[in-house]
């Protein structure tokens, strides 16, 4: 069965902390898409980023960053240097390669930025 | 603009009444989704479509129904069978990549069902 575990439920920084929000995964598949989405107050769920299971690069965009290890089954997300928009709920979601994948989602870690 | 739109944006239903949930998509899109979220309980899928004029339960399908006729859309009638049917409604897409779907999906801006 493929399970998504984001640990920590809320998460308050004040602005200007660096943040890292937490996700592990369970999957059998070895071919597999690790995803990360941000819902703001209004709602809608905004794509940050995919990653495959074949690739364990860590990325970087901007503030953002992620870092993926097959070994602790893990796709942790890193804010650097918060900022009270990147007040959200953050989802990370798991789906299997292939003609078949459905995209499971983790309960979200809700992040509050304070000024 | 490409996307999804879902409407109404709020929906407030008296029990035992049905109401639908409109989904549409002019992303060309294969795979449709909705999904259910309660506060502390993330997204929860009740219904999927890959391809038009079919579609599987999810994990928590009971209480719903779906149609997919055409491509660009897919309805979500919340029958008086959900018992509780207070929530937020997502709508998703996804495209397929060389057959694959393992590409990210892109949601709409929701519907928030109340029961009065």
């Known amino acids: 069965a493929q399970k998504v575990t984001q640990a920590q439920t809320e998460i308050s920084v004040v602005e200007k902390e660096d943040v890292t929000l937490d996700c592990v995964y369970e999957t059998r598949d070895t071919t597999y898409y690790l995803f990360w989405y941000k819902q703001p107050p209004s709602g809608e769920l905004v794509f940050l980023i995919r990653r495959n299971s074949f690739d364990e690069q860590n990325e970087i965009s901007g503030r953002y960053s992620w870092n993926f290890q097959k070994s602790t089954s893990s796709f942790n997300f890193t804010i650097t240097a918060s900022q009270v928009v990147d007040s959200a709920v953050y989802f990370c979601a798991l789906s299997r390669g292939g003609s078949q994948g459905n995209l499971i989602f983790g309960k979200g870690t809700k992040l509050s930025v304070k000024p | 603009d490409g996307g999804i739109t879902q409407s109404p944006k709020y929906l407030f239903r008296k029990e035992g009444q049905n109401v639908t949930l409109s989904c549409e998509q002019n992303?060309?899109?294969?795979?449709m989704y909705w999904y259910r979220q309660d506060p502390g309980q993330g997204l929860r899928l009740i219904y999927y479509?890959?391809?038009?004029?079919?579609?599987q339960k999810g994990d928590i399908a009971e209480g719903y129904s779906v149609s997919r006729e055409k491509k660009e859309s897919f309805p979500l009638t919340v029958t008086s069978a959900q018992k509780n049917p207070t929530a937020f409604y997502l709508c998703?897409?996804?495209?397929?990549?060389?057959?694959?779907?393992?590409?990210?999906?892109?949601f709409g801006q929701g519907t928030r069902l109340t029961v009065v």
């Open positions: 992303l060309n899109h294969d795979a």
């Open positions: 479509s890959q391809i038009v004029n079919d579609f």
């Open positions: 998703a897409s996804r495209r397929r990549d060389r057959g694959a779907l393992d590409t990210e999906a892109f």
